[in-house]
């Protein structure tokens, strides 16, 4: 089976109690699945939210190896996406897509909490 093909069959999210809902777009899952195939064993993809950015709050995409206690597995499309507990309260029912168009190449982020956003893409206010 390809690869691409097994990402697609691939279960839905899975939602922990009173933890949220974060998605993921095949595209994105896609993406991360081809960044860890160079990392580790063991490495995941994690998505935060920090202070800062020209809106008040930004997105931050890393690729990890340490699970803290704190931590929410989402699973999409056969990839586990991992987001602590206080940003999942901003970033609750968001999804995270990869863009590939004439400006880029990027991740963005879908956030239904977000009231505001600034034209950079990361950036957003609550």
């Known amino acids: 089976m390809s690869?691409?093909?097994?990402?697609e069959?691939?279960?839905p999210a899975a939602i922990q109690a009173n933890a949220g809902v974060f998605g993921l777009s095949l595209s994105a899952a896609?993406?991360?699945t081809h960044m860890l195939s160079g990392?580790?064993?063991?490495?995941?993809?994690?998505v935060a939210v920090l202070g800062g950015g020209c809106?008040?709050?930004q997105y931050d995409f890393s690729i990890d190896q340490k699970r803290n206690d704190d931590d929410i597995v989402f699973t999409t499309h056969g990839v586990d996406v991992v987001?602590?507990?206080m940003s999942i309260e901003l970033i609750d029912h968001a999804e995270l897509d990869y863009v590939q168009d004439l400006m880029g190449s990027y991740f963005a982020v879908t956030n239904p909490n977000a009231t505001a956003s600034c034209g950079c893409g990361?950036?957003?206010s609550v």
């Open 55 to 57: 809106s008040g709050f």
């Open 39 to 46: 990392e580790p064993e063991g490495s995941f993809f994690r």
């Open 83 to 85: 987001v602590d507990d």
């Open 9 to 11: 069959t691939s279960a």
């Open 3 to 7: 690869e691409q093909s097994n990402l």
């Open 30 to 32: 896609e993406r991360i």
């Open 122 to 124: 990361t950036s957003f």
